[in-house]
T-cell receptor
Framework: AQTVTQSQPEMSVQEAETVTLSCTYDTSENNYYLFWYKQPPSRQMILVIRQEAYKQQNATENRFSVNFQKAAKSFSLKISDSQLGDTAMYFCAFMTSGSRLTFGEGTQLTVNP | NAGVTQTPKFQVLKTGQSMTLQCAQDMNHEYMSWYRQDPGMGLRLIHYSVGAGITDQGEVPNGYNVSRSTTEDFPLRLLSAAPSQTSVYFC??????????????FGPGTRLTVT
């Protein structure tokens, strides 16, 4: 079975600064996908970024980028130039073929003005 | 497109009551699933379906039933509600990920309280 661990229950950052959220996972699969989802107070789940395990290049989406270390089974999310609207719960998630997602416990990020 | 819709948004039940949470999608997605979200925990998979007539259990299926008679709808039934089922429930859909990982689209969630 796959497990996903987010060891930082809460984090805070000043507006315009950079913050990194950590995620580790455990699996015996070789082909899989990793995701970061954002859940603002509205409760809506929003996909932030995805990474295919077979790709060595780290994914980037505007101010969001990942540091994917396959051997270490680590998948951290870096948010640059943090904005007040980035305040949310962030979930790391893992998927093998078949669309089933396994989520971590989440990290509550607060961006302070 | 309405995307993934869920009804109701909020529900309060008494222990032992039954109810059905509705989920519908208009994107012709094969894959649909139900998750529950409890405080301090991530979303956990309850049941999923890879197409009409096909369902399977996820990580926490006990106390819940599902069926998939059409591509669009995937209702979740609580036969005899228990306080342990107090949670926020999310429905999600995507194309079937046998050959890759497609983005999953989530509904807005249903907050269920069982007293």
């Amino acid at each position: 079975a796959q497990t996903v661990t987010q060891s930082q229950p809460e984090m805070s950052v000043q507006e315009a600064e950079t913050v990194t959220l950590s995620c580790t996972y455990d699996t015996s699969e070789n082909n899989y996908y990793l995701f970061w989802y954002k859940q603002p107070p509205s409760r809506q789940m929003i996909l932030v970024i995805r990474q295919e395990a077979y790709k060595q290049q780290n994914a980037t989406e505007n101010r969001f980028s990942v540091n994917f270390q396959k051997a270490a089974k680590s998948f951290s999310l870096k948010i640059s130039d943090s904005q007040l609207g980035d305040t949310a719960m962030y979930f790391c998630a893992f998927m093998t073929s078949g669309s089933r997602l396994t989520f971590g416990e989440g990290t509550q990020l607060t961006v302070n003005p | 497109n309405a995307g993934v819709t869920q009804t109701p948004k909020f529900q309060v039940l008494k222990t032992g009551q039954s109810m059905t949470l509705q989920c519908a999608q208009d994107m012709n997605h094969e894959y649909m699933s139900w998750y529950r979200q409890d405080p301090g925990m991530g979303l956990r998979l309850i049941h999923y379906s890879v197409g009409a007539g096909i369902t399977d259990q996820g990580e926490v299926p006990n106390g819940y039933n599902v069926s998939r008679s059409t591509t669009e709808d995937f209702p979740l039934r609580l036969l005899s509600a228990a306080p342990s089922q107090t949670s926020v429930y999310f429905c999600a859909s995507s194309y079937d990920g046998l050959a890759g990982a497609y983005e999953q689209y989530f509904g807005p969630g249903t907050r269920l309280t069982v007293t």
